[in-house]
């Protein structure tokens, strides 16, 4: 979450200088590459089921297709910081999902940290302050919305595939499926000349560190944990996201921003308390996600 939180900060330099579709075409092209040169380590990670092709191709779709054209977007017309405080909305719909689709138990405890967890963003982006870098809040936001929407999607089909795929592979498909995607998207616009090394080592981060380390990392908590405990955890990206715009973007925090990110992380420990240690296996009914 710390590594994601960031994305948005580098994603927001990104698109300022190149067209939106384009910074996402490079970063998965760069994810690429660095996934064929650990082909050997996730080339024989699944087992294959027929039918998985469906469950595969939905998972792309999802993320980082869908996800990354709504993001990229939103981050058009609202803050990274707002755009990271939308994610509060994540651990909520992936446990209603979860609880719908793959029959997870979700405990009070559980749901009693996702509301406050919640409450302490709401607390957040009800202060932050609106500023230049965000001509149309509203619109930006709701389009990050519709990227969490993919998001619950993707992590619904990933819980469902670290049954026979290793997390490396999943993360492999992911974004080599994105490279291919974005590809013909990001042809639509003119390139520029030339790129200025401050946008390569943005682009670089986004793809070597965010695409495969915090979706290989998140990937793997989804193989050992239930989709809902890992989704918890998705409360700490706007925590993380105000904290590298502070520190990157000098994007002040206010006292009442600061007492909202105590009440996250209060949030996220109660969700915690409540989740079952032992990792669970479950499957989906025949028929419910195709």
């Not at 240690?277 to 499957?283: A, C, D, G, L, S």
Request: with cysteine.
């Amino acid at each position: 979450m710390a590594i994601w939180g960031s994305s948005f900060i580098a994603l927001k330099m990104a698109i300022t200088l190149l067209a939106p579709m384009q910074v996402i075409f490079l970063r998965m092209l760069i994810g690429s590459l660095v996934f064929l040169l650990l082909w050997r380590f996730w080339r024989k990670g699944f087992h294959y089921q027929a039918g998985d092709w469906k469950l595969l191709m939905g998972m792309a779709l999802f993320e980082p297709c869908l996800y990354f054209i709504f993001e990229s977007l939103a981050l058009q017309y609202t803050s990274a910081s707002q755009a990271g405080m939308i994610t509060s909305t994540l651990p909520l719909l992936v446990a209603a999902g979860a609880w719908f689709f793959l029959k997870e138990q979700i405990t009070a405890f559980q749901w009693t940290g996702f509301v406050l967890a919640l409450i302490g963003v709401l607390w957040m982006s009800w202060h932050s302050d609106i500023s230049a870098s965000a001509p149309k809040p509203w619109l930006g936001n709701f389009l990050e919305f519709l990227a969490m929407l993919s998001a619950v999607g993707f992590t619904l089909l990933v819980k469902k595939l670290t049954q026979r795929y290793s997390p490396l592979f999943l993360t492999a498909v992911q974004t080599l499926s994105g490279a291919v995607f974005f590809f013909p998207l990001a042809m639509l616009s003119p390139w520029p000349e030339s790129l200025p090394g401050s946008l390569w080592l943005n682009l670089f981060y986004l793809g070597a560190f965010v695409s495969v380390g915090a979706y290989g990392l998140y990937n793997y908590a989804l193989s050992q944990t239930s989709a809902a405990t890992a989704g918890a955890y998705v409360n700490f990206l706007p925590v993380f996201t105000l904290l590298f715009a502070f520190l990157i973007l000098q994007e002040a925090l206010n006292t009442q921003q600061w007492f909202a990110v105590a009440i996250v992380f209060s949030g996220v420990a109660l969700s915690q308390l409540g989740a079952k240690t032992q990792k669970i296996r479950v499957e989906i009914p025949p028929g419910t996600i195709s």
